[in-house]
Structure formats: C-alpha cells, structure tokens
C-alpha cells in the first residue's frame, strides 16, 4: 500500500488514504466519503505528482464500517 491524497471529483478537498495495487487496484479511504458513484474519475496524488487514476467501477464497502469506500479504480 502507498499513502497517498485521492480526489473524486475535481472541486473536493483531496482525502488521505490507502492506494493498493494488484489485478484490481483499489483506493482505501482513511474517513467516509460520500457520493462514490461509478463512471466517476478517481485520481491519487503524491504531493503535486499524480501516482494514479482511473475510473470507479465500484463501491466497496469496509468491512470495519460500511459508510467508508474502498473504491476499485481502473
């Protein structure tokens, strides 16, 4: 996992959270974001650099709490 600042939509505040790797790469959110809608953009920052971005195919519930996405990014 890379830490990293991820933004769904290009007028919000990014958010901390988790950019996880593999067959289906996934962005992990430290706390609830609202609104993740598939078709969406997500895009992953490191600083100033984008470390990733895709569209969301889906939203995955935590297992710990259901309100905060893990989103699965193309």
């Known amino acids: 996992p890379i830490s990293v600042e991820a933004k769904i939509r290009y007028n919000m505040a990014p958010q901390r959270a988790k950019l996880l790797g593999g067959d289906e790469p996934r962005l992990e959110f430290k706390e609830p974001v609202r609104a993740v ?3 969406q953009i997500a895009v992953a920052y490191r600083g ?3 470390a990733a971005g ?3 195919r889906r939203r ?3 297992v710990l709490d259901e309100k905060v996405p893990a ?3 193309v």
């Open 37 to 39: 809608t598939p078709g």
């Open 48 to 50: 100033q650099t984008v």
């Open 54 to 56: 895709g569209v969301i």
């Open 60 to 62: 995955v519930a935590s």
């Open 71 to 73: 989103l699965a990014a």
